[in-house]
């Protein structure tokens, strides 16, 4: 069964602008930050390149061109670039929009603001997505509280595998951050599976500069 990284891209940057302006820095966009010799979206990139996957696609929106500017000619032979119109959409439709521009059965669906979670993570949860009894109706996802199987989907997101057709049918007409939708798809009887990070660095999001600082220690 085929998989497909989709890497969501596409934010409005909002917590991140405040907190430079607090403390008088360059604006710039948190997925262009320098991190470990690349940048934050560059890291997660090779990171999603390196797992067991068939391609990659990145969905942009919001600051596309300064994004696109600092990275686009060292990927564009590895990634397809999917640009969000109109941009000012809610998470679940930027994955909507990079899910329709894959055939594959299969996605793993990454945020770019997640540059430490490793292709081991990545590619455990595509092994049991694809060894579960129904992979069809299951999500492989990175653990919040417990591991193993879920008896909620409270306070999940990204990185997980999900079957895309399926996927794409709770994605659809919505517009809106992606737990509510986890839950229902919870609610109707989907297998979660909690994934152990390799190290706590894995479970944090760069929303904040103090995240970033956090990471970068």
């Known amino acids: 069964m085929s998989v497909s990284t989709i890497i969501t891209a596409a934010g409005r940057n909002s917590r991140m602008r ?3 302006i607090s403390r008088n820095i360059k604006l710039t966009n948190k997925l262009i930050l320098p991190f470990k010799n690349k940048t934050v979206i560059e890291t997660t990139i090779d990171n999603a390149l390196s797992a067991n996957s068939d391609e ?3 969905v942009l929106g919001h600051y596309s061109s300064e994004i696109k500017e600092a990275i686009y000619d060292n990927y ?10 109109p941009v000012d959409v809610g998470l679940s439709t930027s994955l909507y929009n990079g899910l329709s521009n894959i055939t594959s059965d299969f996605a793993l669906c990454i945020t770019a603001d997640q540059p430490t979670v490793s292709s081991e993570t990545f590619n455990k949860m595509i092994e049991i997505s694809q060894n579960s009894d129904n992979p069809y109706k299951t999500i ?6 417990k591991t193993g199987l879920l008896d909620t989907a409270e306070g999940l997101g990204m990185p997980f595998v999900a079957p895309r057709k399926n996927l794409m049918n709770y994605l659809e007409n919505e517009d809106d951050n992606l737990n509510p939708i986890l839950r229902k798809i ?3 009887g989907y297998t979660f599976y909690g994934i152990k990070e390799k190290n706590e660095k894995e479970l944090l999001n760069i929303n904040h500069y103090e ?3 956090k990471l970068l220690d």
């Open 76 to 85: 564009k032979h590895d990634v397809k670039f999917v640009e969000n119109n």
């Open 186 to 188: 919870f609610d109707d």
């Open 18 to 20: 405040k907190d430079q």
């Open 211 to 213: 995240d970033y600082l």
């Open 56 to 58: 990659c696609i990145v």
């Open 140 to 145: 492989a996802i990175l653990r919040r509280r």
